[in-house]
């Protein structure tokens, strides 16, 4: 196995872009497209360096990725969510699944409970 290939892939990245800036390729693609084909023989994409070269400065520029899920379906864990915040069965059945999921991640106690929430519903 060559050195390069045991050198990870943000670390090829980066040398491809140095490769680029010391005139060696026209663009970053072809700098990457160059290491594809003569090293990984197709075993890496171009997009995947490219990625890994991206990833790594954001890791070391401390920026994180910050993933926002919103579930499109109100689950059974969040109606019991609901539940313990004083929302009744009707009042969910209302929501919608981003405003449930609001409700939930803001901790809203239901300020203005329905007459039959403690019921058995």
Same mark, same amino acid.
């Given at each position: 196995?060559?050195?390069?290939?045991?050198? @990870?892939?943000a670390k090829i990245a980066e040398q491809c872009r140095i490769d680029k800036k010391n005139g060696f390729f026209k663009s970053y693609r072809d700098a990457y497209r160059s290491v594809v084909d003569s090293i990984f023989k197709n075993e890496v994409s171009? @997009?995947?360096?490219?990625?890994?070269?991206?990833?790594?400065?954001?890791?070391?520029?401390?920026? @994180?990725?910050?993933?926002i899920s919103i579930p499109i379906i109100i689950t059974q864990e969040m109606r019991l969510r609901l539940k313990g915040l004083k929302y009744s069965t009707e009042?969910?059945?209302?929501?919608?699944?981003?405003r449930a999921n609001e409700i939930i991640q803001n901790q809203l106690i239901n300020k203005d409970p329905s007459l039959?929430?403690?019921?058995?519903q």
């Amino acid at each position: 196995m060559s050195n390069k290939k045991k050198q @990870s892939l943000a670390k090829i990245a980066e040398q491809c872009r140095i490769d680029k800036k010391n005139g060696f390729f026209k663009s970053y693609r072809d700098a990457y497209r160059s290491v594809v084909d003569s090293i990984f023989k197709n075993e890496v994409s171009a @997009s995947q360096l490219e990625n890994a070269y991206y990833n790594s400065k954001r890791l070391k520029s401390g920026e @994180s990725k910050k993933i926002i899920s919103i579930p499109i379906i109100i689950t059974q864990e969040m109606r019991l969510r609901l539940k313990g915040l004083k929302y009744s069965t009707e009042e969910i059945r209302h929501l919608t699944p981003k405003r449930a999921n609001e409700i939930i991640q803001n901790q809203l106690i239901n300020k203005d409970p329905s007459l039959n929430h403690g019921l058995n519903q």
